[in-house]
Every structure is written in structure tokens, then in C-alpha cells.
């Protein structure tokens, strides 16, 4: 049995720019203007890393300690602007078709993701990608504000709520960034590359992933990568 460990943003979904948005305007209300005008890149990292990155002057601990109201800003933000959302992005083509591919097959689909819980899963939820992601058993970055301790974290849940042990050779994750393909190599885990986010193929390739899909529109493609066999 495998898990299977989605990123959400550039893998199986984008925003439209909605996101991110909400996301520097949370940051704005809750901790001030940024001490830098430049924009930081967020793929791959988890809210908390970003948090830290935008205010490097200031107290780690100060900061972290205000990030339940930074997640109440931003989900509220994010619940707003719900439609424009859905406008302006949505499930990545072949997403919701390769969440039921594999779930017709020995897997365990959750996420691994830099976002906070509750906005993962209003994420997921307003695109309609919530329907084969045991969610309760995912690593969020409320969870760790560093990625490569996100691995780990599924395992145990998966393992406690399932009521079997999931090793990390039982673990693939799945992501558009190189952070994703670094924090699963971290695990020991297996590692699929989706050249769907902003990093292109040999970007990615560079990195030294398992597998390297283009997209998700192949699901027989997607389903070799996570078992390592031959398409």
C-alpha cells in the first residue's frame, strides 16, 4: 500500500494569482509592511517559511506566535474572493481524473503542503478535489514551518488512523518544485516531479526526482511513477 503525498498548489490546482493575493494582504494586516519591496517567490515553501522569510528582522518566535490570527486573516480573505477563485483557476487539467485513477488502486491519497490546514482545504474544496484526499491524515505548513519535516508527520497520522504502519519507502510525494522533490528525498521517500508549476521539466530533472511527468493528464503515466514501473 502506498501513500500518496499530493502538493496542492501548481500540481493539483491554481489559484489565479487569488491566493497569493489574499496571502500578502494577511501578511500586511497582521504583521505591517514587509521590510523589503521585493516579491518573494512562494512556491514550495510552507506559510510559516514565508512568514519568517518576509520579516527576517523580526523575532521568529514573536511572529509565529500571531499565526493564528495571519490564518484567520487570510482564510477570510480567501472565502471572499471564493468566486473570483474559481474564475480565474482551478483543478490543473487531469487532476480530478488522476485522484480517481489512483484511488481505484492500492494507495492512500493525502497532502503535503506548505499551506495551512484550514486554507488547503478550502483550496481543495472550491475546486471539488477533496473527494479521494483523506485530508485528516495530511502535513500542512501549520503543522512545521519547515518542509522536509512534513514527510514524517503524514507517516504517523497515516499510520495511527489507518491502523497500519506506513514506512517512508511506502511514501511518494508528489510536487511541482524542487523543495518537493528535496523534502520527500529527505524522508526517504519516492519522488514524482509535475512540470506544472514554474519550474519547467529540466529545471526539475536537475533536481533528480524518481519520476517526471509533464502533467496529470496520463493516468496510466501518473500510476507507473508512483510504483516505479514502466509506462
Not at 492500492?106 to 503542503?113: A, E, F, K, S
Not at 475546486?127 to 484526499?133: D, F, K, R
Not at 491524515?137 to 503543522?143: E, L, M, Q, R
Amino acid at each position: 500500500m502506498k501513500l500518496v503525498l499530493w502538493d496542492i498548489d501548481g500540481t493539483l490546482l491554481y489559484s489565479g494569482g487569488v491566493a497569493g493575493a489574499a496571502m500578502r494582504t494577511a501578511l500586511t494586516r497582521v504583521y505591517g509592511r514587509p521590510s523589503h519591496d521585493d516579491r518573494r517567490s512562494y512556491a514550495g515553501k510552507t506559510d510559516q517559511q514565508i512568514i519568517l522569510e518576509t520579516f527576517p528582522d523580526r523575532d521568529a518566535t514573536e511572529l509565529l506566535a500571531r499565526l493564528p490570527e495571519f490564518a484567520a486573516q487570510y482564510l477570510a480573505l480567501l472565502e471572499a474572493q471564493a468566486q473570483e477563485l474559481a474564475a480565474r483557476g482551478g483543478a490543473l487539467p487531469g487532476a480530478a481524473a488522476a485522484l480517481r485513477h489512483l484511488g481505484a488502486l492500492p494507495v492512500v491519497q493525502t497532502v503535503l503542503t506548505g499551506n495551512l490546514q484550514p486554507v488547503a482545504a478550502l483550496k481543495l474544496r472550491l475546486v471539488g478535489l477533496t473527494g479521494h484526499l483523506q485530508l485528516a491524515i495530511g502535513a500542512f505548513g501549520s503543522d512545521h514551518h519547515q518542509r522536509n519535516a512534513l514527510p514524517a508527520i503524514a507517516l504517523q497520522r497515516a499510520t495511527a488512523s489507518l491502523g497500519r504502519p506506513f514506512a517512508a519507502s511506502d511514501a511518494v510525494v508528489i510536487g511541482d518544485t524542487p523543495n518537493d522533490v528535496a523534502c520527500g528525498r529527505f524522508a526517504g521517500a519516492r519522488t514524482v516531479a509535475v512540470a506544472t508549476g514554474p519550474f519547467g521539466r529540466e529545471e526539475l530533472a536537475a533536481h533528480a526526482p524518481d519520476a517526471i511527468l509533464d502533467d496529470l493528464t496520463d493516468p496510466a503515466a501518473l500510476a507507473a511513477a508512483v510504483f516505479g514501473t514502466a509506462s
